[in-house]
């Protein structure tokens, strides 16, 4: 795998004035306070300085370096897809199996449910929780949620 490493970096410019100008009810007032100044200029100021211009060597490895990334997203994209169809097509001949050799319990899996997850569960994420297991856990139906 290319190892690519970053070569632009966002770069802003904001004109450096004294006062900022603050509308209220329809008129312009003048900030005194500088950190009401600052603020202002930081949030509402729009970049003056004009785009990076460059040159056809810089513009040709960017559009490169672009490509590339996008060719990496879309085969990780593409392989994630293949994974989760090998999972689809798994579960749909369990499935067919299972209605093969047991109808009552293909009945009692293919049951739909009122609610899917259990709403006060953890939800689930790629990484593992703090607390791998919550032992004295209960619903609220139960007991006291912990």
Not at 42 to 60: A, D, K, R, T
Not at 62 to 84: F, G, M, P, S, T
Not at 102 to 109: E, I, N, Q, T, V
Request: include cysteine.
């Amino acid at each position: 795998m290319l190892c690519f490493r970053r070569v632009f970096r966002p770069f802003y410019c904001f004109s450096l004035k004294k006062t900022a100008f603050l509308r209220h009810n329809s008129s312009i007032q003048k900030t005194i306070d500088s950190k009401t100044d600052l603020l202002l200029r930081i949030l509402y100021e729009s970049p003056v300085c004009p785009p990076i211009e460059f040159s056809e060597e810089e513009l040709e490895r960017h559009e490169v370096i672009h490509r590339a990334w996008q060719i990496h997203k879309r085969i990780k994209r593409e392989e994630l897809d293949k994974q989760l169809e090998k999972q689809y097509n798994k579960m749909k001949r369990a499935c067919i199996e299972l209605e093969r050799t047991d109808k009552r319990l293909f009945k009692a899996a293919m049951k739909k449910k009122k609610y899917y997850f259990p709403v006060e569960m953890r939800i689930p994420t790629e990484t593992p929780p703090v607390e791998i297991w919550k032992y004295n856990w209960a619903t609220c139906s139960e007991g006291s949620k912990t």
